[in-house]
């Protein structure tokens, strides 16, 4: 099935089996989610939501990131819902970070590939269509990441491989990260997102994605590619419409099984009308802009870069007088909130290297100017 019409715009199909239940247009706000254990944690007995699931032939990665804020926007309460898509020869950077300092831009461009950034916080990934990318969204207190990263675990083991949760967001096989996860939240309805690598160009990563070493060196690692297991390397033949199927058919069964039913119904398919398609083109244009991608660069004196409890933090700071009066913070923590909050703990302090040791809670061997 072709992932384009006839103009060129990228066409969406759901494939799984089920009833079809068409979205309709509706305003709405949110923000990054924390990523607090417990936060989500909710009792299952007896739960039976709805389940619907949405899979796209787009490869446009600001469309599918639009519609993936548009279908949080749209998820009602007792329902839970799987997003499945992928982005061809795309970086996609946290809600927070900086885009020079995460990817080789000009590298990417050179070679035809898309530069996004997303709703939710933490580090950077890079998406080919080796890669299969799925978004669970539903409203508290259905949602729940442990059930949900369950999902993950069951559809993979599907194919014999033995997987495990590692760190704060990592699924990984033989101690090497096949999966990354991050997370946001509007009011009541979040979404808990992520890849699965499988094959694709491997590497890219290496070519397109430029980490703080500091950070690869607290994994432990050499590389961004010497930490990362690809499933298809595992299982002769995998491709990522095998996962996607695995992961609609876990899904149902995950459900079902916390719910108490012996058997699994197939999840409802969701469409969409052409009022949601013109919204969705509307929120494309943000994710495109070169405002959202990029965002306003400050003038800076001095930069500083830190491996904090939240997460890596690079400060830009603009000093006069011995006072700081511009600060800028990029920052992969899987809460966007601690950037802002930084930004206007920092703003008009004197500015002295011990006084910023404290505040972002480092030691000193943990920074580096």
């Excluded at 990228?10 to 989610?33: H, L, T």
């Excluded at 309460?77 to 809600?95: H, K, M, S």
């Excluded at 083991?157 to 090497?176: C, K, M, P, W, Y």
């Excluded at 009308?273 to 943000?286: F, H, P, V």
């Amino acid at each position: 099935m072709s992932a384009q019409d006839e103009n060129g715009r990228c066409r969406n199909i759901a494939d799984s089996p089920g009833q079809e239940m068409v979205c309709e247009n509706a305003p709405g706000q949110g923000r990054a989610g924390k990523n607090a254990p417990g936060q989500d944690a909710v009792r299952r007995e007896n739960t039976s939501p709805v389940l619907r699931v949405f899979r796209t032939a787009c490869t446009d990665p600001y469309e599918n990131l639009a519609r993936e804020e548009y279908l949080l926007r749209r998820v009602p309460a007792g329902e839970v819902w799987l997003y499945l898509w992928q982005n061809d020869r795309t970086v996609v950077i946290g809600r927070n970070q900086n885009a020079w300092q995460e990817c080789r831009t000009e590298a990417l461009e050179a070679d035809g590939g898309h530069l996004a950034r997303r709703l939710s916080g933490g580090g950077a990934v890079y998406h080919d269509l080796g890669n299969l990318n799925f978004t669970f969204l539903a409203r508290r207190p259905l949602y729940d990441r442990a059930w949900q990263t369950e999902v993950i675990r069951r559809a993979v083991q599907s194919f014999g491989i033995h997987a495990e949760v590692s760190g704060r967001n990592d699924l990984t096989v033989s101690g090497r990260k096949f999966s990354g996860c991050a997370y946001y939240e509007s009011g009541q309805a979040c979404f808990h997102h992520g890849t699965v690598l499988i094959g694709g160009e491997k590497e890219a990563m290496g070519r397109y994605l430029s980490p703080n070493r500091e950070k690869l060196a607290a994994k432990g690692v050499a590389s961004v590619e010497s930490r990362v297991a690809y499933l298809g390397d595992l299982v002769t033949g995998l491709t990522p419409e095998a996962m996607a199927q695995a992961l609609i058919t876990a899904f149902a069964a995950e459900y079902a099984g916390e719910s108490g039913q012996e058997t699994c119904a197939s999840p409802a398919r969701i469409l969409f009308s052409e009022t949601d398609e013109a919204e969705i083109a509307r929120l494309r244009e943000k994710y495109a802009s070169r405002e959202w991608i990029f965002g306003r660069l400050a003038d800076f004196d001095t930069e500083l870069t830190a491996r904090t409890p939240e997460g890596m933090v690079t400060l830009h700071l603009s000093v006069s007088e011995g006072i700081i009066r511009g600060v800028q913070v990029f920052t992969d923590s899987m809460d966007p909130d601690h950037a802002e909050k930084l930004e206007k703990e920092l703003l008009g302090k004197p500015f002295r290297r011990e006084e910023l040791r404290h505040i972002l809670d480092v030691d000193a061997g943990d920074r580096q100017a």
